[in-house]
């Protein structure tokens, strides 16, 4: 079982890494087709199951999903630990069955558990708790089992660029690390310390509040019209956080989507008239 359990991961990685849409650290999609965006999910099972029904992959093979921040938070076994890594593994096997229309875009938690630094959630640091959970499921496998899941939360992509000039990242770096942040992390070879403080990886992916005027820099600097993002909780499941961004969330029973066209420019108020409470999805 461990084995099988390490074995999918790494075809998860090779995956990831394969996408035909993937360049260096972006995934780059085409100017037709659709896309289903999810906010950051934390363990919640029944909010990506109506994400994988929203999207109809099999019945749409020219729509994408992207899913983000899977890990920490959910279920957990009998003595607290965090279950998580379960639906991490359905996730993978999502992504093995539509290689090209399933993409991850790397978040804070994963980013945190990739160098094993300290991670809270509601009180509780969650890279220890879903170590415990993995060492009880696993026994005197659950070290490489976790090593595997770091693993494959590397292999991750940091955006998602739209050819519409809508850029969907977990975060973006904050008003203090605007002008230190390199952009061209998003073109080169990934390396772990760029995980770590105050590497590159780490301030997109942890960056918060961010003003108008550090918006539109990074908007020029990335080429870009219009942000989506997780990371910063959002209690109705989204909000609009500027003249050009819109936040989502998908980890609880308000979580939202959003489903954009691939062939079309929005505004950001189509941008709003877009999102979809995933209560509403069967």
Known sequence: MPQ???????RGIRANQTDRFRRANLVCLP???????????????????RLVAQARL???????????????????DGAGGCLSYRL?????RLKLSFPDQVHFVMGNHDTAAINSSEVMKNGKEMNRAMTLALERQFGKAGPEVRLAIRQFLFSQPLA???PNRVWISHSLPDDRNLNGFDPGIFER????????????AYQLTWGRRHSQAALNGMAGRLDVDLFVLGHQPQPNGWCRAGDNLIILASDHDHGCLLEIDLSRTYTIA?????????????
């Open 58 to 76: 099999a019945e749409h093979p020219d729509r994408h999903l992207v899913l983000q921040e899977i890990i920490h938070g959910g279920p957990e």
């Open 88 to 92: 991490l593994l359905d996730a993978v």
């Open 189 to 200: 070879e990934m390396k772990l310390g760029d995980c770590e403080k105050p590497g590159g």
């Open 31 to 49: 100017g037709a087709g659709s896309l289903v965006i999810g906010g950051d999910l934390h363990g919640h099972r029944r909010n990506f199951e």
């Open 4 to 10: 099988t359990t390490i074995d999918l991961l790494n």
């Open 270 to 282: 189509e941008l709003v008239s877009a999102v979809t409470p995933l209560a509403s999805i069967a």
């Open 160 to 162: 998602v660029r739209c």
